[in-house]
């Protein structure tokens, strides 16, 4: 099966943030998948602009939503700036039994290019 499209982004009624939903419905449109908006952020972390890293350890975000066991995600957000809210949605589908295997994003807050690793992390729970 192909795997399953997702963003992590806040439920539509609570952001005028659609750009992260529309690069995974673009996505999912090429790679002939499909995408889901069930899986929302529980949480505004407002941490678009800052960069030190025990900040935004101490204020991660949280999700919600039905995760489709056994099933394959791919992560599609707008902007990579550390990591950590791309980190906290693969903790969250891979503790409810799916397992992401691709992460992407439309830019890096310097316009470089990211590897983004899949690797087991020990600071991943």
């Known amino acids: 099966p192909r795997p399953i499209v997702v963003a992590p982004a806040m439920p539509p009624d ?3 943030n659609a750009l992260g939903r529309t690069f995974s419905a673009w996505l999912a449109r090429e790679l002939e998948c499909r995408t889901v908006c069930g899986i929302h952020q529980t949480n505004s972390v407002k941490r678009d602009f800052i960069t030190d890293p025990y900040y935004r350890i101490t204020h991660s975000p949280s999700f919600e939503g039905d995760i489709e066991a ?3 995600y791919i992560l599609a957000d707008d ?3 550390m990591g950590g809210t791309l980190a906290c949605l693969r903790g969250f589908i891979e503790q ?3 397992s992401v ?3 992407t994003t439309i830019g890096e807050k310097e316009g470089g290019h ?3 690793s899949l690797a087991q992390s020990p600071f991943c729970a």
């Open 101 to 103: 295997i691709g992460m």
């Open 70 to 72: 056994g099933s394959a």
């Open 114 to 116: 990211v590897r983004i």
């Open 96 to 98: 409810r039994g799916g």
């Open 79 to 81: 902007l990579y700036t």
């Open 14 to 16: 609570e952001t005028t």
